[in-house]
């Protein structure tokens, strides 16, 4: 965490030693609180202890300059560690991280979760940029609940979704009389957010003019009803997203060069699903058990070609669509699942099937099995896949310590797992991973 306030360096030993005493008043105030629950009063003891350490340590005025100007870009946020992914996770679950049911396990979900952690307990601006449905606005919502404001309001505006013409009432609010249709006075998102966040989705959807009153909400915590003289002062946090590059917008000079500046002060990019296939097989297992739970079914089997389906799709809609693709597989699948099973649109053609299921090619199902030894042999091999990918997601990947775990001969396994497709470098890193749920 960077301790300066919207870019102004704190320079003089006084605001300096305030800074340390009001920690300290935190501190104790906190030690004494009796609403809280313990756990709670841990957590933010915790934080307020690690500000103050940070605080110590940037004893130099040079070096609380240093930190001010900074680019953004070039924020150090991350530290190069070397640690596994579960000693990640784990460490951010030590250290009371929530997660907000964001599951998975990758380097590059890892450090975006590691930076919110960083952004949260600040009140600096945080874009969020990916594709739809990598997850921003679950994003959004962590770096709610890991900062002070997580009992405050969390307000969610998608600026795409409202027209040209509403969107700054819908904002900033109105005074009565302010246009044809405003019958009466009314608050906007910003004031229903004032304490807590303000989620401003699709942001570079936000017309010029809506723009212009942004940054004057980012630079004075300022607002001013439409149609109303009033300022009211607004302390809301303010998380943007966007699929867009809004810095080739704003070299287009559709999007304010000065508002993306302020906004992206902490810049957070999420990966592409197909950029992340490593996390498919968790994700899958973790959609299917969750869609298992809403639906009051046991858990739905997949065949072996659904799941390479499943393993090697491209996912336009990333994250969001393929918990759509569990859903629907659970909900529509009586036991198992098969191909049938998916949207339609997106249903390999049969002539497919045979470079869909890889080397499989002529192998039948339980459910396409057209006799019954053939009938056998289909769920023999389902349920050797399904015990080696178990097997592999309990150690992480490793088959030497699965073939230890089984008492197999490990060329044994190293064959099955051949003749299956199946890659055990997929479960690398995925052992004993636990959504913050
Ligand atoms: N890492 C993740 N773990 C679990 N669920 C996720 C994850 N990322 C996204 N989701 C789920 O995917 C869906 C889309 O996420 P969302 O945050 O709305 O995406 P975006 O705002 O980028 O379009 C939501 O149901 C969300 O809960
Ligand atoms: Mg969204």
């Given at each position: 965490?960077?301790?300066?306030?919207?870019?102004?360096?704190?320079?003089?030993?006084?605001?300096?030693?305030?800074?340390?005493?009001?920690?300290?008043?935190?501190?104790?105030?906190?030690?004494?609180?009796?609403?809280l629950e313990?756990?709670?009063?841990?957590?933010?003891l915790?934080?307020?202890?690690?500000?103050?350490d940070?605080?110590?340590?940037?004893?130099?005025?040079?070096?609380?300059?240093?930190?001010?100007?900074?680019?953004?870009?070039?924020?150090p946020?991350?530290?190069?560690?070397?640690?596994?992914a579960?000693e990640?996770?784990?460490?951010?679950?030590e250290?009371?991280?929530?997660?907000?049911?964001?599951?998975g396990?990758n380097?590059?979900?890892?450090?975006?979760?590691?930076?919110?952690?960083?952004?949260?307990?600040?009140?600096?601006?945080?874009l969020i940029?990916?594709?739809?449905?990598?997850?921003?606005?679950?994003?959004?919502?962590?770096?709610?609940?890991?900062g002070?404001?997580?009992?405050?309001?969390?307000?969610?505006?998608?600026?795409?979704?409202?027209?040209?013409?509403?969107?700054?009432?819908?904002?900033f609010?109105?005074?009565?009389?302010?246009f044809?249709?405003a019958?009466?006075?009314?608050?906007?998102?910003?004031?229903?957010?004032?304490?807590?966040t303000?989620?401003?989705d699709?942001?570079?959807?936000?017309?010029?003019?809506?723009?212009v009153?942004l940054?004057?909400?980012?630079?004075?915590?300022?607002?001013?009803?439409?149609?109303?003289?009033?300022?009211?002062?607004v302390?809301?946090?303010?998380?943007?997203?966007?699929?867009?590059?809004?810095r080739?917008?704003?070299?287009?000079?559709?999007?304010?060069?000065?508002?993306?500046?302020?906004l992206?002060?902490?810049?957070?990019?999420?990966?592409?699903?197909?950029?992340?296939?490593?996390?498919?097989?968790?994700?899958?297992?973790?959609?299917?058990?969750?869609?298992a739970?809403?639906?009051?079914?046991?858990p739905?089997?997949?065949t072996p070609?659904?799941?390479d389906?499943l393993m090697?799709?491209?996912?336009?809609?990333?994250?969001?669509?393929?918990?759509?693709m569990?859903?629907?597989i659970s909900?529509?699948?009586g036991?198992?699942?098969?191909l049938?099973?998916?949207?339609?649109?997106?249903?390999?053609?049969?002539?497919?099937?045979?470079?869909v299921?890889?080397?499989?090619?002529?192998?039948?199902?339980?459910?396409?099995?057209?006799?019954?030894a053939?009938?056998?042999?289909?769920a023999s091999d389902?349920?050797?896949?399904?015990?080696?990918?178990?097997?592999?997601?309990?150690?992480g990947?490793?088959?030497?310590?699965?073939?230890?775990?089984?008492?197999?001969n490990?060329?044994?396994?190293?064959?099955?797992?051949?003749?299956?497709?199946?890659?055990s470098?997929d479960?690398r890193?995925?052992?004993?991973?636990?959504?913050?749920k």
């Amino acid at each position: 965490m960077k301790l300066f306030n919207q870019g102004t360096p704190v320079t003089s030993a006084v605001s300096f030693a305030g800074l340390i005493e009001k920690i300290e008043i935190l501190r104790s105030t906190l030690r004494w609180a009796s609403r809280l629950e313990r756990p709670e009063i841990e957590k933010l003891l915790k934080q307020a202890t690690a500000l103050r350490d940070e605080v110590m340590g940037l004893s130099h005025k040079e070096r609380f300059v240093a930190a001010a100007s900074t680019e953004p870009e070039a924020m150090p946020v991350v530290e190069p560690v070397e640690l596994s992914a579960r000693e990640r996770r784990q460490a951010l679950m030590e250290r009371s991280f929530i997660f907000e049911g964001t599951f998975g396990d990758n380097p590059k979900l890892l450090e975006a979760l590691e930076i919110a952690e960083k952004a949260a307990p600040t009140d600096l601006p945080v874009l969020i940029d990916g594709e739809s449905g990598t997850g921003k606005e679950l994003m959004a919502k962590v770096i709610h609940a890991n900062g002070s404001r997580t009992d405050k309001p969390f307000i969610s505006v998608n600026c795409g979704a409202i027209p040209d013409s509403l969107l700054e009432s819908e904002l900033f609010g109105h005074k009565k009389g302010a246009f044809t249709g405003a019958a009466n006075d009314r608050r906007g998102k910003f004031e229903a957010a004032h304490t807590g966040t303000i989620f401003l989705d699709e942001i570079g959807e936000l017309p010029l003019a809506g723009q212009v009153k942004l940054l004057r909400v980012l630079e004075a915590h300022e607002i001013q009803r439409v149609g109303s003289d009033e300022v009211i002062a607004v302390d809301t946090r303010i998380v943007a997203a966007t699929n867009k590059d809004l810095r080739r917008m704003s070299q287009a000079g559709t999007f304010r060069e000065d508002l993306f500046y302020r906004l992206s002060v902490i810049h957070v990019t999420l990966p592409a699903l197909r950029e992340r296939r490593d996390e498919i097989a968790l994700l899958v297992a973790y959609f299917g058990d969750e869609s298992a739970g809403q639906l009051k079914r046991r858990p739905v089997k997949l065949t072996p070609r659904l799941r390479d389906f499943l393993m090697h799709y491209d996912y336009p809609g990333n994250i969001r669509e393929l918990r759509n693709m569990m859903y629907r597989i659970s909900c529509l699948a009586g036991d198992t699942a098969d191909l049938a099973h998916l949207p339609q649109d997106i249903r390999p053609k049969p002539a497919a099937l045979s470079v869909v299921g890889a080397g499989k090619a002529g192998v039948a199902d339980v459910t396409t099995a057209t006799s019954l030894a053939e009938a056998k042999r289909a769920a023999s091999d389902e349920a050797e896949r399904a015990f080696l990918e178990r097997g592999l997601q309990e150690v992480g990947g490793t088959v030497a310590e699965l073939a230890r775990r089984f008492d197999m001969n490990r060329s044994h396994v190293q064959m099955l797992l051949k003749k299956h497709g199946i890659r055990s470098k997929d479960f690398r890193g995925n052992r004993q991973a636990e959504g913050g749920k």
